[in-house]
């Protein structure tokens, strides 16, 4: 049996966090889908995933720069 590391530590923030690594995917042209994406390479995954995290840092930057 295998477990899986990617919970969301706000469940009720889920979907959004799937609409928005599926933008993100689009916007770099990973082709990902729904469900099992085994047949995408490492790099196509990790780009993803290195996306949405800067995103999500230049968005709380703004918003601290923004209560200065």
């Known amino acids: 049996m295998t477990s899986s590391s990617n919970k969301t530590n706000v469940p009720e923030a889920k979907s959004a966090m799937n609409r928005f690594k599926m933008e993100v995917a689009s916007e770099l042209g990973v082709p990902l889908t729904d469900g099992y994406n085994g047949n995408?390479?490492?790099?196509?995954?990790?780009?993803?995933?290195?996306?949405?995290v800067k995103k999500m840092i230049e968005a709380q930057e703004r918003q601290m720069a923004n209560k200065q």
Do not use: C, D, E, K
């Open 40 to 52: 995408l390479t490492s790099a196509q995954n990790g780009s993803v995933g290195g996306y949405m």
